[in-house]
């Protein structure tokens, strides 16, 4: 994914209230495949980029609502 910083400075619409600017650069994201693919576009359009590797995610260990129930149960009852 190909973020790009902001060019231009955020303003308060004076009768909303909302925050905005006339910078569409910054509101667009591009998507890619590989990695590969976003570093050899952003090498072509001459875009400086930093390489940002997605943080590792846990395994969820999959609950069961009858395992609550389960005989010989060691966990204290919650509730």
């Known amino acids: ?3 790009r910083e902001p060019t231009a400075k955020l303003s308060a619409d004076p009768l909303m ?3 905005g600017g006339g910078d569409t650069v910054a509101q ?11 570093i050899a576009f952003a090498q072509r359009e001459n875009i400086a980029f930093d390489l940002e ?8 260990k999959p609950k069961v609502y009858a395992d609550n129930f389960k005989f010989g149960r060691v966990e204290n009852w919650s509730h």
Request: aromatic residues 8%; hydrophobic residues 45%.
């Open 28 to 38: 667009t994201r591009l998507l890619f495949s590989t990695r590969e693919e976003a």
């Open 53 to 60: 590797l997605p943080p590792r995610r846990a395994a969820i």
């Open 1 to 3: 994914m190909l973020d």
């Open 17 to 19: 209230g909302w925050t």
